[in-house]
């Protein structure tokens, strides 16, 4: 079975105080990962789709990189804006039609 | 393109009610789920659907039905409501589940649902 874990759970950081978010997983099989970002009241956003270890992505103040055992989103020089949960996931294993969803961290970020 | 809407965006049930969740999506898709999102407990997947006709259990089926007679539109229906069933309920659609590459899920806004 596999299982999606994040952490922290929550993380508050100043305006500019660059930070990692973590994305630990136990599949059968790596099968790529999918970073998602949710807004209080709305629904889950994509952010970016990883497919294999050691590939980087990058959008604005984000950076997702991937390895055979977890998955980092690194936020450099946040901003207010960047609040929000993010939630990563990994796509079903062979047969499955499941994909597994981590909890989730909820970063604030002050001004 | 709308994406996926549901409807409604809020509704208040006694126990022991009925009702219907809409979502529809109008990008295609063949795959839609359904998920139900609890403080601490993330998303939980209840039904879903892989094309027209096709349906299966999700991770927390117990009180929901659905069916799927169109691509584009995936109704979750509620039997009998239950406080148990109070949370915030997401509709998804992908092009497929299977895989990375066209696995990537687009959310509805979300219906909040209150059982008395």
């Known amino acids: 079975e596999d299982q999606v874990t994040q952490s922290p759970e929550a993380l508050r950081l100043q305006e500019g105080e660059s930070s990692s978010l973590n994305c630990s997983y136990t599949v059968s099989g790596l099968r790529g990962l999918f970073w998602y970002r949710q807004d209080p009241g709305k629904g889950p956003e994509f952010l970016f789709t990883?497919?294999?270890a050691g590939e980087e992505k990058e959008k604005e103040r984000l950076k997702a990189t991937l390895t055979k055992k977890e998955s980092f989103l690194h936020i450099t020089a946040p901003k207010p804006e960047d609040s929000a949960t993010y939630l990563c996931?990994?796509?079903?294993?062979?047969?499955?039609?499941?994909?597994?969803f981590g909890r989730g961290t909820s970063l604030i970020v002050h001004p | 393109n709308a994406g996926v809407t549901q409807t409604p965006k809020f509704q208040v049930l006694k126990t022991g009610q009925s009702m219907t969740l809409q979502c529809a999506q109008d990008?295609?898709?063949?795959?839609m789920s359904w998920y139900r999102q609890d403080p601490g407990m993330g998303l939980r997947l209840i039904h879903y659907?892989?094309?027209?006709?096709?349906?299966d259990q999700g991770e927390v089926p117990n009180g929901y039905n659905v069916s799927r007679s169109t691509t584009e539109d995936f109704p979750l229906r509620l039997l009998s409501a239950a406080p148990s069933q109070t949370s915030v309920y997401f509709c998804a659609s992908s092009y497929s589940a299977g895989t990375t590459r066209s696995g990537t899920q687009y959310f509805g806004p979300g219906t909040r649902l209150l059982v008395l």
């Open positions: 990883l497919y294999s």
């Open positions: 659907s892989v094309g027209a006709g096709i349906t």
């Open positions: 990008m295609n898709h063949e795959y």
């Open positions: 996931a990994v796509p079903p294993g062979k047969g499955s039609y499941i994909p597994t």
